[in-house]
């Protein structure tokens, strides 16, 4: 079966840009969580959902961060006019119980 | 402190050697305890998870969990050269999972 894949796999945004980034968990995995890495740190927990519901955002850095998951499988984070402090690679893991990650996008604010 | 600490490394160990991994974790209501492998470039790998006190192997790996000294170790036995990874250790709490920075382990022949 496929794991979880996400898109783009690279991204790289003039500040003040818009960025969506896509993942697609799991069949059937009801969990999706949002995490974000900085070079040379473990990743960072932003978000997660069960189903469509956003259980917790409180990792999401700014209101410029916003992620959604309408039916309850693709999610989507977007964010607002990024920064250069943006700059980091965005996982996308879904569970059951043990959370499986994807490749990742790694985003470049210039 | 770090919710989760681990030592930076590298760790290097000879080529079929024990490779020890370490990790300690301040909140006392943590459940559940996970290994993750990361190669350079790479998403991270899930390896072992434990929620009971003791030891759980799995093929070469170990995972030993002591919850009232809140540490978790990882050993790797016969190590080989594709295990030079980043091992990330984690701790779930309310379903998140919270990470340490990592260990750069580096097998050498």
């Known amino acids: 079966g496929a794991g979880v894949s996400q898109s783009p796999r690279y991204k790289v945004a003039k500040r003040g840009q818009d960025v969506a980034l896509r993942c697609d968990p799991i069949s059937g995995h009801v969990s999706l969580f949002w995490y974000q890495q900085a070079l040379g740190q473990g990743p960072e927990f932003l978000t997660y959902?069960?189903?469509?519901?956003?259980?917790?955002k409180s990792g999401l850095p700014s209101d410029r961060f916003f992620a959604e998951r309408p039916e309850g499988s693709v999610s989507t984070l977007k964010i607002q006019r990024t920064q250069q402090e943006d700059s980091a690679v965005y996982l996308c893991a879904s569970s059951l119980y043990e959370q499986f990650f994807g490749p990742g996008t790694r985003l470049t604010v210039l | 402190q770090k919710e989760v600490e681990q030592n930076s490394g590298p760790l290097s160990v000879p080529e079929g050697a024990i490779a020890s991994l370490n990790c300690t974790y301040s909140d006392r209501g943590s459940q559940s305890f996970f290994w993750y492998r990361q190669y350079s470039g790479k998403s991270p790998e899930l390896i072992m998870f434990i929620y009971s006190n003791g030891d759980k192997e799995d093929g070469r790996f170990t995972a030993q969990l002591n919850k009232a000294s809140q540490y978790v170790s990882l050993l790797i036995r016969d190590s080989q050269p594709s295990d030079s990874a980043t091992y990330l250790c984690?701790?779930?709490?309310?379903?998140?999972?919270?990470f340490g920075t990592g260990t750069r382990l580096q097998v050498t022949l």
């Open positions: 959902f069960q189903n469509e519901a956003q259980l917790d």
């Open positions: 984690a701790v779930s709490t309310a379903s998140k999972l919270t």
